[in-house]
T-cell receptor, first 115, second 112 residues
C-alpha cells in the first residue's frame, strides 16, 4: 500500500535557523507529492506540491524537490521565522491531474520556532 | 469568499452517546472529503462525496459512522454509539475536480 513517513516532532529551532523536515514515501505508482501546513486554530493549507520526478515545489521561502531515486520529498527553508511555527504534513496521491483526491498523509511534524 | 466551515469546533461526549459533526464546503465545490486524525497518528481518509453521492467510503472505520450529504451541499458525519477510540480531530475538505483542496479547521472530538 501507500504510505508516508515523516520525522517525528516536535522540532524546535531558533529564529533564522535552517530547516529540514524529512519525508519519504512508498507508493504503488507514480504519486504527486504535497506539503500541507496547519497553523494554530486553522485548517490545513496547501504549502507546495510537485507532480513528477525532479520537480521542485516552492512557496513562502519553503522548497521541496521530488526525488524518485530516494523516494523523498524533504521540506527545507533557509531562514525560519516565529510565524512558521505550525504542524507540517507530507502527503501523496496517485490520482492524476495534480489534484488532491485520495490523499495519504504522514503523521505530521510539529515545528516550534523560538525568537 | 467563505472557506470550509465545521461545527462544532470541539465536542466532549461520553462513551455510548451520539455525536453529529457538520461540514459546510465552499459554495460550488462538488467534492467533499472527511478525514480523521487520531492523536499521534496519520490523517486518515474516511470518505469522499461528489455532490450528494458517495464516491469512495473505503476509509469509514465501521458501521457506527454514517455520513450524509443531502442535496449536495453541507455534509454531516454521525457517530452512534461513540467509542473511546473515536476520539480525534475530524477534518472536512472540499474542492473542484482536480483542483486545490481546501480544509476546514476541524472538529476535536473527545469521547470519555
Amino acid at each position: 500500500g501507500n504510505s508516508v513517513t515523516q520525522m517525528e516532532g516536535p522540532v524546535t529551532l531558533s529564529e533564522e535557523a535552517f530547516l529540514t523536515i524529512n519525508c519519504t514515501y512508498t507508493a504503488t505508482g507514480y504519486p504527486s507529492l504535497f506539503w500541507y501546513v496547519q497553523y494554530p486554530g486553522e485548517g490545513l493549507q496547501l504549502l507546495l506540491k510537485a507532480t513528477k520526478a525532479d520537480d521542485k515545489g516552492s512557496n513562502k521561502g519553503f522548497e521541496a524537490t521530488y526525488r524518485k531515486e530516494t523516494t523523498s520529498f524533504h521540506l527545507e527553508k533557509g531562514s525560519v521565522q516565529v510565524s512558521d511555527s505550525a504542524v507540517y504534513f507530507c502527503a501523496l496521491t496517485l490520482y492524476s491531474g495534480g489534484g488532491a483526491d485520495g490523499l495519504t498523509f504522514g503523521k505530521g511534524t510539529h515545528l516550534i520556532i523560538q525568537p | 469568499e467563505a472557506g470550509v466551515t465545521q461545527f462544532p469546533s470541539h465536542s466532549v461526549i461520553e462513551k455510548g452517546q451520539t455525536v453529529t459533526l457538520r461540514c459546510d464546503p465552499i459554495s460550488g465545490h462538488d467534492n467533499l472529503y472527511w478525514y480523521r486524525r487520531v492523536m499521534g497518528k496519520e490523517i486518515k481518509f474516511l470518505l469522499h462525496f461528489v455532490k450528494e453521492s458517495k464516491q469512495d467510503e473505503s476509509g469509514m472505520p465501521n458501521n457506527r459512522f454514517l455520513a450524509e450529504r443531502t442535496g449536495g451541499t453541507y455534509s454531516t458525519l454521525k457517530v452512534q454509539p461513540a467509542e473511546l477510540e473515536d476520539s480525534g480531530v475530524y477534518f472536512c475538505a472540499s474542492s473542484q475536480q482536480g483542483e486545490k483542496l481546501f480544509f476546514g479547521s476541524g472538529t476535536q472530538l473527545s469521547v470519555l
